[in-house]
Every structure is written in C-alpha cells, then in structure tokens.
C-alpha cells in the first residue's frame, strides 16, 4: 500500500500564529488526499479534500480562509492553519486514495497553540 | 451516505476471538464497507473491506448478510495490540471516495 509521511509530527505555536503542516505520498502519486481533524476521545471528521493542481474542496462548516491548502505536486499537499487560536488545537491527519477504494492515511500532526 | 452504528466499546481477553457489529440500515446498491483501525495518536489503518458475503484476509474477516444493513469484523485470537478503536464506514463508489467516520468501537483486550 501507499506510504504517507506528515511534517512535522507534532507543533506546538502561539496563538494568532500560522502553522504549515505537510502530508507527502512516498511512494505513490496522488492526485487526490483528504485532510482530516480529530479532537480527543473524537472521531475523525473530513474537512476538506485536496485535489492536486486545482483548488482545494472544503466541508461543510470548515473555513477556507483558515485552513489553506496547497496541492501542487503528486506527492505534496500542505494545510496551513493560519492565525491559530487554542481551539485549533487537535490531531491533523491526511490520507491518500490508492488505485482501489483503500484510504491510506499517514501518521498524523499534532497542533498545540498556546 | 448509509449512518452506521456500532458499540461504543467491547472488552476481551487474549486468545478470544472478537466480533464488533456494525449496523448501516441505509446501505446503498454501490455502497461498500470498509473497516479500519486506529490506535491514540495515530492515523487509521484499513482493516478490510468488502461488498456482500464474506471476507478474508491474513487478519480478519468480515461477514456480510444477503440484506447488507448490517456487518461483522471478526478478529480471531486477539492479543493486547489489537486494544484500538475499530471504525466501521460505508463508501459509496463515485462519491470521491470520502469516508465518514463514526464513533466507532473502543475495543479492549486484557490478558
């Protein structure tokens, strides 16, 4: 299956902030990848899908401004989370699709804003 | 999408085998299910996944009945490492592919 690596693994940042968290498909080119947050003791939640070489599409009730996200290669999506507050504070986690309908995610990003 | 449901959380013992249900009532005809694992501070790992009847792999099974409104993981001889968190997902083909994550089921396993 497709290797997914993310930088860095965790942060930690003041509030008002901006933080760049990378997601990189090692061995697999992946015009698609999901970014993902989940809080603790939470489930994941979807909150946008990053489509290389176009915008990105955001879900429902996630800011686009906030949480920028730049897919210029097949094998590199960034989230940004820009001014961050304490509330921003979870588990970041991207996932790639591979030729199948199998996600593989990757280890996670772990966001503390102060 | 089908909602899902499954128990919050199961308990086990090493060596036992563990089956975790998970009922999607809505299920659609282009609708697969797909389990994954997930243990703190990591990301999911895909488990199994499969469409009807039933599924085999080198660490689980998955059974599927004629209705599809419901499934079950079986995990054979589980072991302290199999302690995570079990999500059962429905992913529906041509939807892009997103998957809907549901509470999922905190599985327990002591000695």
């Known amino acids: 299956g497709a290797v997914v690596s993310q930088h860095p693994s965790w942060v930690i940042c003041k509030s008002g902030t901006s933080v760049k968290i990378e997601c990189r498909s090692l061995?697999?080119?992946?015009?698609?990848m999901f970014w993902y947050r989940q809080f603790p003791k939470k489930s994941l939640m979807l909150m946008a899908t990053?489509?290389?070489?176009?915008?990105?599409?955001?879900e429902q009730g996630v800011e686009k401004d906030k949480f920028l996200i730049n897919h210029a290669s097949l094998t590199l999506s960034t989230l940004t989370v820009t001014s961050a507050h304490p509330e921003d504070s979870s588990f970041y986690i991207c996932?790639?699709?591979?030729?199948?309908?199998?996600?593989?995610f990757g280890p996670g990003t772990r966001l503390t804003v102060l | 999408l089908a909602k899902t449901t499954q128990p919050i959380s199961m308990d086990s013992y090493e060596g036992q085998e563990v089956n975790i249900t998970c009922s999607h009532n809505?299920?659609?005809?282009?609708?697969?299910i797909t389990w994954y694992q997930q243990f703190p501070s990591q990301g999911p790992r895909f488990i199994i996944q499969?469409?009807?009847t039933k599924v085999t792999n080198e660490v689980a099974s998955l059974f599927i009945p004629a209705d599809r409104k419901s499934s079950t993981l079986s995990l054979p001889r589980v072991s302290l490492s199999d302690t995570a968190v079990y999500y059962c997902?429905?992913?529906?083909?041509?939807?892009?592919?997103?998957?809907?994550f549901g509470t999922g089921t905190q599985l327990k396993v002591e000695l």
């Open positions: 809505n299920i659609a005809t282009n609708d697969y």
């Open positions: 996932s790639v699709i591979s030729g199948s309908y199998e996600q593989f």
């Open positions: 061995d697999f080119q992946a015009t698609t």
């Open positions: 499969g469409y009807k």
């Open positions: 990053s489509n290389e070489g176009s915008k990105a599409t955001y």
């Open positions: 997902l429905v992913v529906r083909t041509g939807g892009g592919n997103k998957l809907t």
